[in-house]
């Protein structure tokens, strides 16, 4: 148990919905970040938020939204995705931004139709 | 940016062999990460190691990062199919005023009973 727990774990969606996954953890930590896993790619940052601010956008498409009310909480927004945003989505967090360990949810797995 | 090379990509051993899982890193490494995934699943964070030398272990686990910081090694002892999964190293990158954490493409293990 890493402390850190993510909503839904699975999803089908279609190219016209809107959805949200919701990452939660319960570690106390101030840093929050989603990262994109697909099939043979290494993982990729998505985005990163501080104390609710948000300090990396790593160039990701508008059609993916975070937002991020408070420090124990993360959700990303998707609308009019792509097959290729089919992926695992994982949610991530540390006590600080900086050279922190990063402890991981156990990912949201994305299917785009 | 930095890039990280695991090897091998899969490795398929006996049950009770010793293995060994490189990563190397195109730029000194700063912070060191092991992590363990099994597949579709969250990342369960290992060791990190930061310093020139320096070896770490938990239970048949032992992870070493080079005098030079720019090779680190994962070495299970005795492997058991508990064992196996898909291990990721990471490396903290600095660049352009922000850091972020980075990930090899992983190293898939199999252990036969």
């Known amino acids: 148990e890493t402390g850190v727990t993510q909503t839904p774990r699975h999803l089908v969606m279609g190219m016209t919905n809107k959805k949200s996954l919701k990452c939660e953890q319960h570690?106390?930590?101030?840093?929050m970040y989603w990262y994109k896993q697909s099939a043979k790619k290494p993982l990729e940052l998505m985005f990163v938020?501080?104390?609710?601010?948000?300090?990396e956008n790593n160039s990701v498409p508008s059609r993916f939204s975070p937002e991020c009310p408070n420090s124990s909480h993360l959700f990303l927004h998707l609308h009019t995705l792509q097959p290729e945003d089919s992926a695992l989505y994982l949610c991530a967090s540390s006590h600080r931004v900086y050279r922190e360990t990063q402890y991981f949810g156990p990912g949201t797995r994305l299917l785009v139709l | 940016s930095q890039e990280l090379e695991q090897s091998p990509q899969s490795l398929i051993v006996q049950e009770g062999k010793n293995l060994t899982i490189n990563c190397t890193s195109s730029k000194t490494l700063y912070g060191l990460y092991w992590y363990k995934q099994k597949y579709g699943e969250g990342l369960i964070f290992l060791m990190m190691?930061?310093?020139?030398?320096e070896e770490k272990s938990h239970e048949k686990i032992t992870a070493k990062l080079d005098e030079k910081k720019q090779q680190s090694s994962l070495h299970i002892t005795a492997s058991q199919p508990s064992h196996a999964g898909i291990y990721l190293c990471?490396?903290?990158?600095?660049?352009?005023?922000?850091?972020?954490?980075?990930f090899g493409k992983g190293t898939k293990l199999t252990v036969n009973p």
């Open positions: 570690l106390g930590h101030n840093a």
């Open positions: 938020y501080n104390f609710k601010e948000q300090t």
């Open positions: 190691l930061q310093k020139g030398g």
């Open positions: 990471g490396a903290d990158d600095y660049q352009g005023g922000s850091e972020k954490l980075v």
